[in-house]
């Protein structure tokens, strides 16, 4: 069973700084895996998909890598702003649909 | 182009009545699937549906709970006879097709509240 964790559960930094968020899986079997961020009591907005074969993916300020053998990725971002405060949320897919979720990172940035 | 849809937002229901989730997904998507988030918890796959057709439910409980992708109209979750563990928030997804390098686009929820 696909277990999915994300590290730290919480982090508050300072507008400006440069920030790396973790996410590891147990089943290494993965056809893709996603990053999202969600804001408090609205839905989930996808910042970038990654396949199995691919090892990182950029957009704008987000990069995301993927190491599949050792079951890590990390969501680098960089020069962050007060917009950026969200829950970053972790999926990786072993069925080519079905999304297996960590319990995510929430992300302060204070001005 | 819309994005998912999905009503009601918010939905307080009794223990014991029924709850009914709608997710209308995004022009020219024909594949939806459900998810759980539970307080405190990640978002739990339940379903994924094609019109008119059930392609995996092994994340749904085997009771009280069912869903439905019908020809014409929305995606229905329903639960029967709601019980205070049921309260959580519900998200749908869709995508054009089934693919690998298809990402789902997600509604906004529905939070249901049992009292």
């Known amino acids: 069973k696909q277990e999915v964790t994300q590290i730290p559960a919480a982090l508050s930094v300072p507008e400006g700084e440069n920030l790396v968020l973790n996410c590891s899986f147990t089943d290494s079997a993965i056809y893709n895996l996603q990053w999202f961020r969600q804001d408090p009591g609205k839905g989930l907005t996808s910042l970038l998909l990654i396949q199995s074969s691919q090892r990182e993916q950029t957009s704008g300020r987000l990069n995301a890598s993927l190491d599949k053998s050792s079951g890590r990725s990390t969501l680098y971002i960089a020069a962050s702003q007060p917009g950026d405060s969200a829950t970053y949320l972790c999926?990786?897919?072993?069925?080519?649909?079905?999304?297996?979720f960590g319990k995510g990172t929430s992300l302060l940035v204070t001005p | 182009n819309a994005g998912v849809m999905q009503n009601p937002r918010h939905l307080v229901r009794r223990r014991g009545q029924e709850a009914r989730l709608r997710c209308s997904p995004m022009?020219?998507?024909?594949?939806v699937y459900w998810y759980r988030q539970l307080p405190e918890e990640g978002l739990k796959f339940m379903v994924y549906?094609?019109?008119?057709?059930?392609?995996?439910e092994s994340g749904m409980p085997k009771e009280r709970f069912s869903a439905e992708f019908p020809k014409e109209g929305p995606s229905i979750l329903r639960i029967q006879q709601v019980v205070r563990g049921d309260s959580a928030a519900y998200f749908c997804?869709?995508?054009?097709?089934?693919?690998?390098?298809?990402?789902?686009?997600f509604g906004q929820g529905t939070r249901l509240t049992v009292v």
């Open positions: 549906l094609q019109k008119e057709n059930i392609i995996d």
């Open positions: 022009k020219g998507h024909s594949h």
């Open positions: 999926a990786v897919s072993n069925s080519g649909y079905a999304l297996n």
């Open positions: 997804a869709s995508s054009p097709y089934r693919d690998v390098d298809t990402e789902a686009f």
